[in-house]
Protein backbone atom coordinates (compact mmCIF):
# COMPACT_ATOMS: atom_id res chain seq x y z
CA UNK A 1 0.00 0.00 0.00
CA UNK A 2 1.61 3.75 -0.91
CA UNK A 3 2.62 5.40 2.01
CA UNK A 4 3.19 9.65 1.98
CA UNK A 5 4.91 11.16 3.94
CA UNK A 6 4.72 15.18 4.58
CA UNK A 7 6.99 17.32 5.87
CA UNK A 8 8.19 21.39 5.96
CA UNK A 9 4.83 22.67 8.24
CA UNK A 10 5.36 25.13 10.83
CA UNK A 11 4.57 28.85 12.09
CA UNK A 12 5.04 31.63 10.59
CA UNK A 13 3.99 35.04 10.33
CA UNK A 14 1.81 36.75 7.69
CA UNK A 15 4.19 37.18 4.01
CA UNK A 16 6.63 34.80 5.33
CA UNK A 17 7.15 31.43 3.45
CA UNK A 18 7.16 27.93 3.50
CA UNK A 19 8.46 24.99 1.77
CA UNK A 20 6.24 21.32 2.25
CA UNK A 21 7.58 17.59 0.73
CA UNK A 22 5.85 14.73 0.43
CA UNK A 23 7.36 11.53 -0.55
CA UNK A 24 5.60 8.27 -1.41
CA UNK A 25 6.88 4.96 -0.14
CA UNK A 26 6.01 1.60 -1.05
CA UNK A 27 6.03 2.36 -4.66
CA UNK A 28 6.63 0.21 -7.78
CA UNK A 29 5.63 2.59 -10.09
CA UNK A 30 5.48 6.23 -11.09
CA UNK A 31 2.83 8.28 -9.76
CA UNK A 32 1.03 10.14 -12.30
CA UNK A 33 -0.59 12.75 -10.12
CA UNK A 34 0.14 14.06 -6.67
CA UNK A 35 -1.06 16.94 -5.13
CA UNK A 36 -1.77 19.20 -1.66
CA UNK A 37 -4.97 19.38 -0.24
CA UNK A 38 -5.67 21.46 3.02
CA UNK A 39 -8.27 21.70 5.70
CA UNK A 40 -8.88 24.79 8.52
CA UNK A 41 -10.45 24.18 11.62
CA UNK A 42 -14.42 24.08 10.67
CA UNK A 43 -13.98 23.81 7.13
CA UNK A 44 -14.04 20.98 4.52
CA UNK A 45 -10.57 19.92 2.32
CA UNK A 46 -10.02 21.78 -0.37
CA UNK A 47 -7.99 21.54 -3.55
CA UNK A 48 -4.33 23.79 -3.11
CA UNK A 49 -2.76 22.50 -6.16
CA UNK A 50 -2.22 19.46 -8.51
CA UNK A 51 0.91 18.38 -10.53
CA UNK A 52 0.72 15.60 -13.04
CA UNK A 53 4.00 13.56 -14.52
CA UNK A 54 3.73 15.82 -17.54
CA UNK A 55 4.20 18.58 -15.38
CA UNK A 56 0.67 20.72 -16.00
CA UNK A 57 -0.32 21.65 -12.83
CA UNK A 58 -3.74 23.08 -11.53
CA UNK A 59 -4.29 26.07 -8.73
CA UNK A 60 -6.89 26.90 -6.32
CA UNK A 61 -7.83 30.67 -6.70
CA UNK A 62 -6.67 31.63 -3.20
CA UNK A 63 -2.97 30.42 -4.06
CA UNK A 64 -2.79 31.31 -7.62
CA UNK A 65 1.27 33.10 -7.97
CA UNK A 66 1.75 32.69 -4.06
CA UNK A 67 2.24 28.92 -4.38
CA UNK A 68 4.01 26.97 -6.68
CA UNK A 69 4.06 23.23 -6.73
CA UNK A 70 6.44 21.02 -8.41
CA UNK A 71 7.90 17.52 -8.39
CA UNK A 72 11.17 15.97 -7.30
CA UNK A 73 13.71 14.21 -8.98
CA UNK A 74 13.29 11.83 -6.58
CA UNK A 75 10.71 9.28 -7.68
CA UNK A 76 6.90 10.26 -6.37
CA UNK A 77 8.06 13.32 -4.75
CA UNK A 78 6.40 16.37 -4.69
CA UNK A 79 6.66 20.10 -3.29
CA UNK A 80 4.57 23.17 -2.53
CA UNK A 81 6.66 26.68 -2.17
CA UNK A 82 4.36 28.53 -0.42
CA UNK A 83 5.35 32.19 -0.32
CA UNK A 84 3.43 35.09 0.88
CA UNK A 85 1.37 33.16 3.48
CA UNK A 86 -2.47 34.57 4.90
CA UNK A 87 -3.54 34.38 8.07
CA UNK A 88 -6.04 32.03 6.13
CA UNK A 89 -3.70 30.02 4.91
CA UNK A 90 -3.38 28.20 8.27
CA UNK A 91 -4.59 24.56 7.64
CA UNK A 92 -3.66 21.09 7.97
CA UNK A 93 -1.76 20.36 4.72
CA UNK A 94 -2.48 16.57 3.40
CA UNK A 95 -0.32 15.13 0.13
CA UNK A 96 -2.13 13.36 -2.05
CA UNK A 97 -1.37 10.21 -4.57
CA UNK A 98 -3.97 9.99 -7.22
CA UNK A 99 -4.56 6.24 -8.18
CA UNK A 100 -7.20 3.58 -8.84
CA UNK A 101 -7.76 5.37 -5.74
CA UNK A 102 -6.44 8.24 -3.88
CA UNK A 103 -3.91 7.57 -1.05
CA UNK A 104 -3.34 10.40 1.79
CA UNK A 105 -0.69 11.55 4.13
CA UNK A 106 -0.93 11.89 7.60
CA UNK A 107 -1.42 15.93 7.06
CA UNK A 108 1.24 18.90 8.09
CA UNK A 109 0.22 21.60 10.27
CA UNK A 110 1.08 25.31 8.41
CA UNK A 111 -0.16 28.30 11.17
CA UNK A 112 0.04 31.68 9.63
CA UNK A 113 -0.42 34.66 12.21
CA UNK A 114 -1.12 38.07 11.42
Known amino acids: QVQLVESGGGSVQAGGSLRLSCAASRTFFVINTMGWYRQAPGKQRELVAI???????NYADSVEGRFTISRGNAKNTVYLQMNNLKPEDTAVYYC????????WGQGTQVVVSS
Open 51 to 57: ITGGGST
Open 96 to 103: TARLATDY
